[in-house]
């Protein structure tokens, strides 16, 4: 199996991207919803952009890592140890071990 080099995204990215361009919020709305200044949530959604777009020229994977904030959509996660993904929800976001392995460092 080749290993595809990967791009972060935090928790916080992943949430600004769906609510900036898949939502469709406003910046303010969003930022609001984040409970963080609208500078803020620009550099975030600003981050967050460039990230993608480098996975996506580059061919990178994009991994979601864990992040301050709370979502309360389903998050896939992925394991550095025994590479297996999953999805967890909002209620189970602080369980981030790994259902395979039990490793809880990612
Ligand atoms: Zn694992």
């Not at 991207?17 to 975030?44: C, H, P, W």
Request: proline share 1%.
């Amino acid at each position: 199996m080749s290993m595809l080099e990967e791009v972060n995204l935090t928790i916080d990215e992943f949430e600004a991207l769906r609510l900036a361009d898949l939502e469709a919020y406003s910046q303010e709305e969003a930022a609001n919803k984040m409970q963080v200044s609208r500078a803020t949530f620009g550099r975030i959604v600003e981050n967050a952009r460039k990230k993608v777009v480098d996975a996506l020229v580059s061919g990178k994977a994009i991994l979601i890592e864990g992040g301050k904030f709370q979502i309360d959509n389903i998050v896939e996660f992925h394991c550095r140890k025994c590479k297996r993904q999953w999805k967890v929800s909002k209620l189970e976001i602080k369980n981030k071990k790994c259902p395979n392995c039990r490793d809880n460092t990612n």
